[in-house]
């Protein structure tokens, strides 16, 4: 890639990653007000809300950030699979990606039972779930550890990686 | 001009010759994954962490074992909880 395309795929990457991020700390305090308030206005709201942020905001996000860090990493010398903090921020992003798909399913339920025009005051305290809080969490923690990685970039090779390196030579400065 | 990554602003350039063996960060967050991996397998087995499909979300009406004394209202007056 050029110097202008790698920035800005690394632009669209840090935008799509840190969005996501930031994404998860709203929906965590949405699960937070879900699980805690007295209001069962608020309680179908939140859950409401949820549903709709993460359809619209976190899974588009969660993929954006998969595909710009794959053009990342195969566009540049980094590589995918060299690098062990590139794997590593490769596995959590790709798990992080199928557990929230799959946790969108319980999102809905939780949103459909939450849109039941019939529901009472006891059906509102079974359907606060402190679920959504522990989920948005792990993936809170996930995505920083992420984070972490991709500015500190710690060292270490693959042996895949080694192998390439070995093969390649290392292209030295040289004055123009 | 060095032939340096345009994205690289720690220093790490993806050309250091890097040492033989495992970084012991890998192994230490490796580590750590395996055993979240293998608690959620675990719970999943037991049955305590798993079901994350609609059944377990089934109609309130038929989770009376759950039930709690109401605390709230429908129309935002808010009681506390016993």
Known sequence: ?176 | MADRDADDDTGVQPHSRSTNGTPRWVKVFGGIALVLVLLFVILLLSGRGGGHGPSRHASPGDRGAHVLPSSVTEHGVRQPRP
């Open chain 1, 1 to 176: 890639m050029t110097p202008r395309l790698r920035k800005l795929a690394l632009t669209a990457h840090v935008t799509a990653s840190v969005g996501w991020l930031g994404a998860v700390t709203g929906f965590l305090a949405l699960a937070v007000a879900g699980l805690t308030s007295q209001d069962a206005q608020v309680v179908r709201a939140a859950y409401l809300t949820m549903e709709l942020t993460g359809w619209f905001v976190l899974v588009p996000l969660a993929f954006a950030s998969l595909a710009t860090g794959l053009v990342q990493s195969l566009g540049t010398k980094w590589g995918l699979f060299r690098h062990y903090w590139v794997l590593f921020k490769l596995l959590i992003n790709v798990s992080a990606t199928i557990v929230l798909l799959l946790y969108m399913q319980t999102l809905g339920s939780l949103a459909d039972a939450a849109a039941e025009p019939t529901l009472s005051g006891a059906d509102l305290d079974v359907l606060s779930s402190p679920s959504p809080v522990l989920h948005a969490g792990a993936a809170l923690l996930l995505l920083l550890a992420a984070t972490v990685l991709a500015v500190y970039k710690p060292r270490g090779m693959t042996r895949y990686g080694r192998r390439k390196q070995d093969l390649t030579p290392i292209r030295t400065s040289s004055p123009s």
